[in-house]
């Protein structure tokens, strides 16, 4: 199966099976943080993994949109697919933190602790004045309001406005880098995450987080195997400048893995010459597509979306081409007799060549015309709510599909990209 999948926006094909019934609509995000996660029905639940050794979670950076990417493991925790690695950057590094850091039945109860404790209420208004809001440019004016909130005072257990200014303390110090402090996220964080379960030898969720190193500019990955992974952790992969400041860890200050690279993709694709059989669900926040800007506050829009979708779409049909040229060389290599098998040239090629499957399935937010540039960094609770809710019906739509379970047949195309996104184009 080599094409790519989608259900785009306006069109008259449903990829859904006509047979499916609605998904389960979610219980309140008020819900008791301790209850045990609920089972999709039959007719939404599918055979775990297949053919494919190992399922990957990948959770891009995006601030307060990242409650999408709760809503969506919330409807994968429900079909019984829990993540042998999942990898993040930014607020998808908390998020992914927070899955590896507790067993599985306690996962989605803690990411909504996390939701929870960082949102407010609307501005001003409580939830039944928020129902009088209605319509895209009332609820546009309160988010933006609630953003502002943001901006002046922070987020609850996540960062507050640094007292004073920096620009009054003394160059050279770290408090005149940065307009806010996260220190309240590290107590968030060691409270909700078990760092022993994280770190243990026999870990069953791997665990990778990516920086940028403030000196060299490189992108790093703070990788469980490898590290030992502590709240800081954590806090450097989400420290984007100039709000938050860097994060010294062993001598070297790191910022937001987001600067250079938004997604995670590219590190688990090149991480191992020969990956096992990999079911991977790639949850991003940010759209590479979109339409024409009409004025200055939909450019700024636009920009932040270009700009931190890391253009996932268009590294992943590169990675597929190269997969089929990696298997086209497995199998020519396997042709030739045992004594050009010896050359040097060969076995050079030997060592990038392989033959494994992937499956990768696209979760893309489609932000409402009504959030603004602004929806990054915009911390109130009914916009927390929308967000988780349209991480886990979407979850909920694309687990509809059997074929995303499915290997493929093909002995060069084996790696298929599913995106049932409804982006415009």
């Known amino acids: 199966m080599n094409e790519r999948f989608s259900a785009r926006q306006g069109s008259d094909v449903d990829v859904a099976p006509k047979t499916a019934s609605e998904p389960p609509r979610p219980k309140s995000l008020s819900a008791p943080t ?16 297949q053919g494919f050794e190992r399922v990957v979670l990948l959770l891009q950076g995006g601030g307060a949109l990242g409650a999408y990417q709760a809503g ?22 908390i998020n992914a933190a927070i899955i590896a850091g507790n067993p599985p039945d306690r996962r989605v109860g803690k990411l909504r602790e996390f939701w929870e404790g960082i949102t407010k209420a609307w501005f001003g208004i409580g939830e039944l004045g928020s129902l009088l809001v209605r319509g895209d440019s009332a609820r ?26 920096p620009w009054l303390h003394p160059p050279g110090t770290l408090e005149a880098t940065s307009y806010y402090e996260t220190a309240p996220l590290k107590s968030t964080l060691e409270s909700l995450i078990d760092f022993e379960l ?3 030898q026999n870990a069953k969720t791997r665990l990778s987080l990516g920086a940028v190193n ?62 096992p ?17 009409r004025n200055m506050a939909e450019v700024a829009t636009r920009q932040k979306e270009i700009q931190y979708s890391s ?32 050359r040097e040239e060969v076995k050079y090629l030997s060592a990038v060549a392989d033959r494994h499957a992937a499956n990768i399935v696209q979760l893309i937010y489609r932000a409402k015309g009504y959030e603004g540039d602004s929806k990054d960094y915009e911390f109130s609770r009914r916009s927390m709510e929308d967000h988780w809710r349209a991480g886990y019906y979407d979850a909920v739509h694309a687990l509809r599909h059997p074929e995303i379970f499915e290997r493929s047949s093909s002995p060069y195309e084996t790696l298929v990209i599913f995106d049932f996104s409804r982006d415009p184009g």
Do not use: C
């Open 34 to 49: 301790s209850r045990e996660p609920r089972q999709l029905s039959k007719t939404h639940r599918q055979p775990k993994r």
């Open 72 to 93: 969506v493991y919330e409807a994968l925790a429900e079909a019984d697919l829990h993540p042998d690695w999942v990898a993040g950057i930014s607020i998808g590094a």
């Open 140 to 165: 546009g004016s309160v988010n933006q309001m609630n953003a502002v909130t943001a901006l002046m005072s922070g987020a609850p257990g996540f960062f507050r406005p640094r007292v004073p200014n």
């Open 198 to 200: 994280v770190n243990a």
């Open 214 to 275: 403030v000196r060299s500019g490189n992108l790093i990955y703070f990788d469980s195997p490898s590290h030992v992974i502590r709240p800081e952790h954590v806090m450097a992969s989400g420290a984007l400048p100039p709000g938050f400041p860097a994060i010294e860890i062993e001598g070297e200050h790191y910022w937001d893995g987001g600067l250079v690279s938004n997604t995670p993709l590219q590190w688990i694709a090149m991480t191992q010459n020969r990956p």
């Open 277 to 293: 059989d990999t079911l991977v669900f790639q949850v991003d926040l940010w759209s590479a597509r979109g339409e024409f800007p």
């Open 311 to 342: 253009r996932t779409r268009a590294f992943t049909d590169y990675f597929k081409q190269v997969a089929k040229l990696r298997n086209m060389l497995a199998v020519l290599l396997e042709e030739l007799p045992e004594e050009m098998r010896q």
